[in-house]
């Protein structure tokens, strides 16, 4: 909402700045995104050079057929030559005019120039050079000429403070110049002026038939007709205010009905009544076929979702949408029905929604007005009509479902202290809870105003109401901790453990989307109608994505690339939500082992126990890849990145988590280490001859491959796998003698099981 | 022999040796086996001239091994000046990674919160509209609900467009006091821009205990808000709406850049606005079954990305999800 702050010190009496009316505003009201200068900026004495000029003499240009020639006394004593390009007036004209060194409202700074040979000392100004209007035929001429040399700000509104708010939803009663200056008044402690809008006479009493047929999408409908309309402009001054306010003057009908809704909050609209089939109004559900061509231009479908306005015969207009461009007020129109109604906000969100199209109108009923302000709306619009058009109001039929009665609230004021953490002496709720509206009986039962009753139904609404006014006031305390506890859960600890050991291992952490193109599982979540093709599928895996991201890094000449993510998968499930699992992957740029390495750590990490197998994986190498507890890893399969990668994918959630863990004294008796080689045949893992060990001798604390070899020593179809073996006893220090009777245990046990021969 | 002009002789020759071998010298001139003062040895009678020739020699001794001391640093300290390095090489490569710049902010809230007692919640993506706009209290008509603002799996299922169900969760499965934030990702149909993404992370927080008020909401955020930004900033709360808490406020932080001077961050305003909050609606603990009349309660969902883009003055949100190691190694 544009708002323009003169209008509103017209409906308020503050002394406060409009600095300061902003900043409070923000506390207790609604969003103040900026303050605004409408019109001709008041800096560095800019707006004294705009004056009122008397034209003495004008004639066509020497050497411009288009152009004149003009003196023009703007209280200087000796007339100043300008050059302009209007011929709608003459000498003896009043008008606007800029002296060199003005800035214009559209940035544009004016020097002295020649033009063709004739030098130009100022300009004579349009309406819209001003911002006062759109009319861009010829230049503004002022009547009842003021002298010339008055500053042009003392008899036109040259420049506005226009506060740009952003309200929400609950509030309908803010979409209005009126509603914001009751705030300002309840704010500031100072007066509201009474509601705008006197009655015109009534010069006729003809009937005007309104029907509706849904009392509950049109709770009431105003209807009022006036004759002897005079279709023209609106006078400057309410130009100026629609602008400021970001609306376009178009007529002094039309504007008015925008006016209203600007100073109201109840949105209007005028018919060409003779133009309505039977001059009837029937509010009604669109019929299946019908259709309607709005003031846009456009041909609109209806279904019977919709509410019209309707004739005798067809639709005229979508309630409290748009308007139909056959009933619209034109320059031939002299009778007008002025529509002052109340529409249900949810079905003019759905046709508005379902249409693709939302005006100033639509955006208030959606958020509920008050249907009490239809009467009000409709007599500051007839003082205009009259005023401005020299309209007579002829006639009115006002027709009504029952509305509902005011909510009654109790209020404990003590509530009001205890939930805010303020003590507010009853009679402060008492003066805002008046201030805005509200009827306060002497054993503190509440009447909320009709325009809000929407939002203000219960007591913690009514706490509100008077906390909005004190927040700045409210301390700041803590809770009073009872019973209070922080820690993270074994599972959070783990997941930073995780975290710190991959970052440890050089791996970068990344985000990647949970909404992929195309998941490799059939079964994966599709979003019904994606954002974006890039964003249709719930992922069930990271690997893909993070194969992505190297893939990007790579291509922007990055290095030593090696990232991991931790996020949510959602695996398919025969139920309404899927398996939320928690999964950490990894990628690097290095061979099988980087991965291998990184998945021992995190295991280590959560004092897991891994176990790898063999296994196969679609994207990654098929001789080089292994499930391991909770996941897989392996090297990725040549072909989708170039060189040698290796990755990783675990679901967390999987991993055993040790409880706790006792020390081993390998201090008092230490072990004795020995270097063993074995051969075997190429398909025997290192992993299985460790198992084969440790089941042969419980003494065996650790056996770790650390090199593997194949060549001619060792024979075809085999290889070499040295191991550091450590045997140890928990009671004594061993002999090297037993150590060699330990040994032969083993190399006879792997000899035996998978023909292992001991070299070196 | 004249004992103390040989020692005399035999000092200054020590002294005057510059290298291992003058020493040597010296050392074979004077305490070697045909040197004067062995040869005075070799010959000594009585008691008391064997004696002064023995100090004699010791003190002679003593001075070689002192003067090949210090010969011995002299050559040590010009070999180690050989070995000059330039130290402002680089050190050897052991590059650590880094966590992203979401999850620091991630755990830099939660460790805000244990310090304050609160736990951490884990809370799931896909929720179905039950908990994320039902038991929210939000209308039928609330534009949050249309599929053009949120994700739809399927009928009832969503993805969830705020942190707030894990509120609902929480509260469905334990009585108060409730002291509890969860963090994690939400999904909204925004088209992407500097500051929009459909993915984005949230902060839910909820306190519900007897007797909390809003001036405890607003003591928490101010502790939130300067751990995050620093000690020295200002809190400030202004009303707003939203459907799930009654009052309700957004919460504005002093503007860090220009200490509420007014700058291009803040607008000119000297705050900066950080996020929803509020007292927990009432209809909200009818919902779960607790009665309002009992305990109060308050909660606040903000964005992790806002945190993240503010502190490091990035000024696009697609750089979170760029996953370049040029941008994720500054962090």
């Known amino acids: 909402l544009r708002l323009p702050v003169s209008w509103l010190r017209e409906y308020v009496d503050v002394k406060a700045s409009t600095e300061e009316i902003a900043a409070r505003l923000a506390i207790s009201t609604c969003e103040v995104e900026r303050i605004i200068v409408q019109g001709v900026a008041d800096e560095d004495g800019n707006l004294g050079l705009f004056r009122v000029g008397r034209v003495v003499e004008a004639g066509k240009h020497p050497n411009a057929d288009r152009l004149q020639l003009c003196r023009v006394d703007v209280g200087e004593g000796e007339p100043r030559q300008i050059v302009c390009g209007a011929w709608n007036f003459g000498e003896g004209a009043t008008v606007a005019v800029a002296l060199p060194g003005a800035v214009l409202p559209d940035g544009h700074a004016l020097a002295e120039v020649k033009l063709r040979g004739e030098s130009s000392s100022g300009m004579i100004l349009s309406e819209r050079e001003l911002d006062l209007g759109v009319d861009h035929s010829g230049i503004l001429v002022l009547e009842n000429g003021p002298e010339p040399g008055t500053p042009l700000v003392d008899v036109l509104p040259l420049s506005e403070q226009v506060l740009e708010l952003e309200t929400t939803p609950n509030r309908p009663d803010l979409l209005s110049i009126y509603g914001v200056a009751r705030e300002v008044a309840a704010i500031f402690g100072g007066e509201l002026r009474p509601m705008p809008g006197t009655e015109p006479d009534r010069i006729a009493d003809e009937p005007v038939d309104i029907r509706i047929e849904d009392l509950e999408r049109c709770p009431r409908y105003v209807g009022r007709t006036f004759r002897d309309v005079r279709i023209g402009p609106s006078p400057l001054w309410l130009k100026a205010r629609l602008i400021a306010a970001g609306m376009r003057p178009i007529s002094n009908v039309v504007d008015a009905t925008n006016y209203v809704m600007l100073a109201l909050g109840s949105p209007l609209h005028a018919f060409d009544q003779p133009r309505l089939a039977e001059g009837r109004i029937v509010v009604r559900r669109a019929h299946a076929d019908e259709e309607i061509r709005t003031l846009d231009g456009v041909v609109r479908a209806l279904t019977p979702d919709d509410l019209v306005i309707a004739d005798a015969e067809r639709p005229v207009a979508i309630a409290g949408v748009m308007g139909g461009e056959d009933s619209e007020v034109t320059e031939e129109t002299t009778v007008v029905l002025l529509e002052a109604a109340n529409f249900e906000p949810s079905g003019i969100q759905r046709t508005s929604e379902r249409l693709g199209l939302r005006s100033e109108a639509s955006g208030r009923w959606e958020k509920g007005v008050d249907p009490h302000l239809a009467e009000d709306a409709a007599r500051l619009c007839s003082q205009l009509f009259a005023e401005l058009s020299g309209a007579g109001w002829t006639g009115e039929s006002d027709v009504s479902a029952e509305l509902p009665g005011p909510a009654v609230i109790h209020l404990r004021p003590e509530r009001t202290s205890e939930l805010l953490g303020l003590e507010v002496e009853p009679d402060e709720q008492r003066r805002i809870l008046e201030a805005l509206g509200f009827e306060v009986s002497a054993d503190w039962n509440v009447t909320a105003p009709t325009w809000r009753a929407r939002d203000v139904t219960r007591e913690v609404d009514l706490v509100e109401e008077v906390g909005r006014m004190k927040l700045d006031e409210v301390p700041f305390t803590l809770p009073a901790r009872r019973e209070m506890y922080g820690r993270l859960s074994h599972w959070q600890q783990h997941r930073r453990a995780v975290e710190d050991v991959l970052v440890g291992l050089g791996y970068f952490e990344v985000y990647t989307p949970s909404l992929v193109a195309d998941d490799p599982d059939p079964n994966a979540y599709r979003i019904p109608q994606p954002q974006s093709q890039d964003m249709a599928d719930l992922r069930t895996t990271l690997l893909p994505s993070l194969i992505e991201v190297a893939r990007h890094n790579l291509d922007v000449g990055n290095e030593g690339i090696a990232v991991f993510e931790i996020a949510h998968v959602y695996r398919p499930t025969d139920e309404e939500l899927p398996d939320e699992r928690v999964h950490v992957a990894g990628i690097a740029q290095a061979p099988y082992a980087r991965a291998k390495g990184a998945v021992e750590e995190i295991l280590a990490a959560g004092r897991a126990v891994g176990t790898f197998t063999r296994s196969e994986h679609p994207l990654l190498h098929p001789g080089q890849t292994a499930t391991t507890t909770g996941g897989i890893l392996g090297g990725l399969r040549p072909g989708q990145l170039e060189g040698d990668w290796s990755a990783f994918e675990l679901d967390l959630g999987a991993l055993e988590l040790g409880a706790g863990w006792t020390y081993e004294d390998v201090i008092t008796y230490p072990p004795l280490k020995q270097d063993l080689a074995f051969a075997v045949p190429e398909e025997v893992l290192a992993t299985d001859l460790v198992e084969a060990a440790r089941a042969a001798v419980p003494e065996l604390r650790s056996m770790e491959p650390f090199d593997v070899y194949r060549g001619e020593q060792v024979g075809e179809g085999r290889k070499s796998i040295a191991f550091r073996v450590e045997f140890r006893s928990p009671e004594r220090t061993l002999t090297d003698e037993e150590a060699a009777g330990l040994r032969e245990k083993i190399v006879a046990a792997l000899r035996e099981r998978f023909g292992a021969e001991l070299r070196a | ?331």
Not at chain 2, 24 to 52: C, F, H, I, N, P
Not at chain 2, 275 to 300: I, L, Q, S
């Open chain 2, 1 to 331: 022999l004249d004992t103390d002009a040989l020692v005399s002789e035999a000092l200054s020759a020590v002294s005057d040796s510059s290298t291992a071998d003058e020493l040597d010298d010296a050392r074979v001139r004077y305490l070697g086996r045909k040197s004067d003062l062995k040869q005075a040895l070799r010959e000594v009678r009585d008691r008391e001239s064997g004696m002064t020739l023995n100090a004699a020699r010791v003190e002679i001794e003593e001075a070689v091994a002192a003067r090949r001391a210090e010969l011995e640093r002299a050559d040590l300290a010009r070999a180690l000046g050989q070995e000059q390095l330039d130290i402002t090489l680089p050190g050897e490569a052991q590059r650590r990674g880094r966590l992203h710049v979401i999850t620091q902010v991630r755990r830099e809230v939660e460790d805000i919160f244990l310090g304050m007692g609160y736990e951490v919640v884990e809370g799931r993506e896909v929720e179905t509209t039950h908990y994320l706009f039902d038991a929210l209290n939000m209308a039928p008509t609330h534009p949050t609900r249309s599929p053009l603002n949120t994700f739809y799996l399927d009928g009832d299922v969503v993805l969830r467009s705020e942190t707030s169900p894990s509120q609902i969760h929480t509260m469905e499965e334990r009585k108060p006091p409730i002291y509890m934030v969860s963090l994690g990702r939400c999904y909204r149909r925004d088209t992407v821009d500097a500051t929009h993404y459909p993915i984005f992370h949230q902060v839910e927080g909820l306190a519900v205990d007897e007797g909390l008020t809003l001036a405890d909401l607003k003591g928490t955020l101010q502790h939130l808000l300067r751990s995050l930004f620093g000690l020295e900033r200002e809190t400030r709360i202004a009303t707003h709406f939203f459907p799930f808490t009654e009052p309700s406020i957004e919460a504005y932080v002093s503007c860090f850049l220009c200490d509420g001077a007014g700058c291009r961050v803040c607008r000119q305003s000297g705050w900066i606005e950080i996020g929803g909050a509020g007292m927990v609606d009432p209809n909200v603990f009818e919902f779960v079954g607790y009665d309002p009349e009992k305990v109060t309660g308050f909660a606040f969902g903000w964005g992790l990305e806002r945190i993240a883009l503010l502190r490091h003055g990035l000024p696009d949100i697609r750089a979170l999800w760029e996953n370049d190691l040029r941008l994720l190694e500054q962090f």
